[in-house]
Nanobody, 127 residues
Framework: QVQVAESGGGLAQAGGSLRLSCAVS????????MGWFRQAPGKERVFVAA??????????ADSVKGRFTISRDRDNAGNTVHLQMNSLKPEGTAVYYC??????????????????WGQGTQVTVSS
């Protein structure tokens, strides 16, 4: 049973930084592409960032490009993926979800490509 667990959410001021982490257990993490999505109140869940199983390829939503960085532990040793969020904006307030794709789907941006999801972690950015 694959389990995904996010951590690191909280409250930050606009312009500040937060670092989210996502730990995966019960599966072969080194073979999973990983993604981050977020869902603001009353809105749909949207893509934020993704990383290939090797870490060689990364993908970002235009809204976070240049401010957020997704990474995974070197050699996948810690079974963890991170999302470094800098220059935070109030519109970034949302529940952030981590997800795992064990099948190497072609679309990294689609939520349907990911089979395993965490419970989410709240990020609140104050203006």
């Amino acid at each position: 049973q694959v389990q995904v667990a996010e951590s690191g959410g909280g409250l930050a001021q606009a312009g500040g930084s937060l670092r989210l982490s996502c730990a995966v257990s019960g599966g072969t993490f080194s073979q999973y592409a990983m993604g981050w999505f977020r869902q603001a109140p009353g809105k749909e869940r949207v893509f934020v960032a993704a990383i290939s199983w090797s870490g060689a390829s990364t993908y970002y939503a235009d809204s976070v490009k240049g401010r957020f960085t997704i990474s995974r532990d070197r050699d996948n040793a810690g079974n963890t993926v991170h999302l470094q969020m800098n220059s935070l904006k109030p519109e970034g307030t949302a529940v952030y979800y981590c997800a795992a794709d064990p099948w190497g789907s072609t679309s990294r941006l689609a939520a349907a490509s990911y089979d395993y999801w965490g419970q989410g972690t709240q990020v609140t950015v104050s203006s």
